[in-house]
C-alpha cells in the first residue's frame, strides 16, 4: 500500500468503523465517482470512500442531488467498487428510492448491494426514515445515517446555509441521532452543523459520527474529492480545506497540449509507431 498513515491494511469493514470510534482513531472519507479516482483515493489511504449523490452536481452538473437515478448511482458505485481494495465502499441511496415506503425502499437497496458489490448504504433524515432504515438493516445491509443539511430535501430548506443553529431543530437532530443509533446504524454523516452540536451527538451514540462542516469532535471527516483537490474554482464554503489547486494545474497542462499540437510539437519522433 503506497498510502499515508495506514496501520492496519486489512479491508475496512462496519465493524472497524465502530472499532476505530472506541479507541478514539479518526476515520477519513473522501467521494469518489468513478474507478480511477476510486484507485488513488484508495491507495492513499482513506478509511472510506462514499459514492455520494453529489455525483448529480460534481459529474452531471446538476443543480441539486435529486435528477440522479437508481441506475446511474449503481453505474457509479460498481466502477468505484472495481478500483478499491481496502476502503469501505458506502453508496448513496439516491432520492425517491426509499422514501416511498419501508418495501420499495429495502427493494432497492438489495438491487444497490447486488449490482454494485459496495458495503453499506447511505440515507438522508431521520425519525422520518427508521422503519426503512430498520427493514435495510433486517436485510443484512449496514447503513450510514445523514442528519444536518441534507442535500436531498433542498426543497425544503430552500438554502444551503447551516443547520440546527435553533434549539429546537438542534434538539430534533439530537432525537434523530440516537433514534438511528439505537436501531443499529454503524455511522452517521453530520452536515454543516454547529461544532458543538456535532461533538454532543458524537459523545451520545455508539454509530461513528463523520462530519463535513461539523467541526473536529466528529469520529471522521469526509469531503468531496473534486472540492479538497480544487477542481471546482467556484465553490468556496468555509469548512473546505483545499488540498492542491487541481483547476490550475489541469488547465495549464491542457493548454500546454493544445499549444504542442499547434506548432506540430506533439507528437516527436519518440512518440510514434
Ligand atoms: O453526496 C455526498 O457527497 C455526500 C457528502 C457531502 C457527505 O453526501
Not at 207 to 234: F, H, P, R, Y
Request: overall charge neutral; charged content about 25%.
Amino acid at each position: 500500500m503506497s498510502g499515508y498513515l495506514v496501520e492496519d491494511s486489512r479491508k475496512v469493514t462496519t465493524h472497524r468503523f465502530k472499532e476505530m470510534k472506541e479507541q478514539g482513531k479518526k476515520i477519513a472519507m473522501l467521494t469518489a465517482y468513478d474507478y480511477t479516482t476510486a484507485k488513488i483515493v484508495d491507495s492513499a489511504g482513506v478509511d472510506a470512500i462514499l459514492v455520494g449523490d453529489s455525483a448529480s452536481n460534481v459529474v452531471a452538473g446538476n443543480q441539486t442531488t435529486l435528477p440522479i437515478t437508481l441506475e446511474q448511482m449503481i453505474y457509479h458505485a460498481r466502477s468505484v467498487v472495481r478500483g478499491v481494495k481496502r476502503a469501505l465502499v458506502v453508496c448513496d441511496m439516491p432520492f425517491g428510492t426509499y422514501q416511498v415506503n419501508p418495501t420499495e425502499g429495502v427493494r432497492n437497496a438489495i438491487r444497490i448491494m447486488q449490482e454494485t458489490g459496495c458495503d453499506a448504504l447511505k440515507l438522508e433524515g431521520g425519525v422520518e426514515i427508521v422503519e426503512t432504515v430498520k427493514k435495510i438493516l433486517e436485510a443484512g445491509i449496514p447503513v450510514m445515517a445523514h442528519l444536518g443539511l441534507t442535500p436531498q430535501h433542498i426543497n425544503k430548506f430552500g438554502t444551503y446555509t447551516v443547520r440546527a443553529r435553533e434549539k429546537e431543530e438542534a434538539a430534533k437532530l439530537i432525537s434523530d441521532a440516537r433514534v438511528l443509533d439505537k436501531v443499529g446504524c454503524f455511522g452517521c454523516v453530520l452536515e454543516k452543523i454547529p461544532a458543538t452540536l456535532a461533538a454532543k451527538v458524537t459523545e451520545q451514540v455508539r454509530m461513528a459520527t463523520i462530519g463535513i462542516g461539523g467541526g473536529s469532535a466528529t469520529d471522521g471527516q469526509v469531503l468531496v474529492v473534486a472540492d479538497m483537490l480544487g477542481m471546482n474554482n467556484d465553490f468556496h464554503p468555509k469548512f473546505l480545506r483545499r488540498y492542491a489547486d487541481l483547476h490550475t494545474i489541469m488547465t495549464d497542462a491542457i493548454g500546454h497540449y493544445v499549444s504542442d499540437v499547434k506548432s506540430g510539437d506533439f507528437p516527436n519522433e519518440n512518440e510514434l509507431y
